[in-house]
C-alpha cells in the first residue's frame, strides 16, 4: 500500500469523541426509537427482529421501504441537509427538522407530518432498553443536536457498514444484513450456525424479556459498532450461547480485548482509526472473533463458509 493510499483511508475514518456529543447522541437515540418503532407498528415480524431496523444510507440512516396500503412510504434522516425526510410512493412528503429541538417536539412534528400524509402508526410511545424510559411526549431532557457530530457519526457507520459488509459476503449459512438497532444505538451484523439456542435471560431495561428470546432464539456469532465503551466508541463482538473458551480465544488486533463486565470482545474505535490500513486491522477484528465461536462453538465452517469471489471468473 502506498502512503497515499494510507492516509486516504485514515482520513475516511473519522474521528469523533463520544464525550464531545454525548448529548447529541442521546438525543438521537430517543429520535432513531420514535423512527424506528414507525416502521416497526407496520412491518410483519422476522426473524430476530430484522423488520424494525434502520440501514446505512448515502445520506445518513433509512428504514427503507415501508408498505402501506397499496403502495409504500420511508422515513430517512439525512446528516448532510440535517432533515428527517418522510416521503411516499404517491408523491408527497414532509421535512421534520433536525436540530436542537426536545423529543418531544420531534416526536409531535413526526407524528404530525404522518398524519399529514394520511399514514397512522400506533407504538408504545416511550423508548425501550434504556433507564430511564421518559415517555416521547414528555421527553424535554434530550434537546441537543451538533449537526457537525451527528455528519461525522454518520460517516463512521459508513467506514463500519462497508468494512462488515465484506466481511458478511464470506458468509453463506443463514446471516442478518449489516443493520442498525435502535433500541441501543448499534450497527450489527449477526452469523449463525443454524442451531437453536437455549431462552435468553432477558433483562433489557424497559424492554420485554420475549424480545430477547426472539431475537436470540438461535446460536449466532454477532459484530457490530456502538458510539460508547471506547473514548471514540468500540467494535464489538459476542457469541450467544458463548462457548466455553471463547473468551480465551487469542484475536486481532492489537487493541481487542475481552470485557468480562460486558461479555464480549471490544476494539476500540481508535485503536482501528490510528491504524495504516483501518479496513484491515477491523477486518482481523470481525474474522478472529467469529472463529472464536466458530471454533470453541463447533461450527460446520466448510458448509457455512465460502469465498464471495467464487464466480468472478465467469463474469467479466
Known amino acids: 500500500m502506498s502512503g497515499d493510499t494510507g492516509m486516504a483511508e485514515q482520513r475516511a475514518w473519522p474521528r469523533l469523541r463520544v464525550a464531545d456529543w454525548t448529548g447529541t ?5 430517543m429520535w432513531a ?7 416497526l407498528a407496520h412491518a410483519p415480524l422476522l426473524n430476530h427482529w ?23 412510504f420511508d422515513l430517512e434522516f439525512d446528516f448532510i441537509e440535517h432533515v428527517l425526510r418522510i416521503r411516499t410512493s404517491d408523491g408527497p412528503l414532509r421535512l421534520v427538522k433536525l436540530g436542537p429541538i426536545t423529543v418531544a417536539d420531534f416526536y409531535a412534528q ?34 441537543s443536536y451538533d449537526a457537525e457530530s451527528a455528519h461525522m457519526f454518520w460517516r463512521q457507520l459508513l467506514q463500519a457498514n462497508r468494512v462488515m459488509g465484506e466481511f458478511r459476503s464470506r458468509f453463506v449459512g443463514k446471516v442478518s444484513p449489516v443493520h442498525f438497532f435502535w433500541g441501543a444505538l448499534d450497527l450489527a451484523c449477526t452469523r449463525f450456525s443454524g442451531r437453536p439456542a437455549p431462552p435468553h435471560p432477558g433483562g433489557a431495561p424497559y424492554c420485554g424479556d420475549w424480545v430477547m428470546v426472539e431475537g436470540y432464539s438461535r446460536e449466532l456469532s454477532s459484530c457490530g459498532f456502538w458510539p460508547g465503551g471506547g473514548e471514540e466508541g468500540a467494535f464489538y463482538a459476542y457469541a450467544y450461547p458463548e462457548p466455553p473458551g471463547f473468551a480465551a480465544h487469542p484475536v486481532l488486533p492489537d487493541g481487542a480485548y ?3 463486565e460486558n461479555g464480549q470482545f471490544l476494539l476500540p474505535y481508535e485503536a482501528v482509526a490510528d491504524t495504516a490500513d483501518p479496513d484491515a486491522a477491523l477486518m482481523r477484528f470481525l474474522e478472529s472473533t467469529y ?16 469465498d464471495p469471489a467464487r464466480w468472478n471468473a465467469k463474469r467479466w
Open 291 to 306: 472463529e472464536a465461536a466458530a471454533v470453541h462453538g463447533d461450527w460446520d465452517r466448510e458448509t457455512l463458509e465460502d
Open 50 to 72: 430484522w423488520q424494525v431496523t434502520l440501514y446505512v444510507s448515502p445520506r445518513g440512516l433509512t428504514t427503507s421501504a415501508i408498505a402501506h396500503e397499496d403502495g409504500a
Open 33 to 39: 426509537q420514535i423512527v424506528g418503532k414507525i416502521r
Open 258 to 260: 475481552y470485557s468480562h
Open 25 to 29: 447522541r442521546d438525543t438521537l437515540h
Open 110 to 143: 413526526t407524528m404530525d407530518a404522518l398524519d399529514d400524509l394520511g399514514i397512522s402508526a400506533r407504538f408504545q410511545p416511550r423508548p425501550n432498553e434504556v433507564d430511564p424510559s421518559i415517555p416521547f411526549a414528555e421527553d424535554r431532557e434530550h434537546a
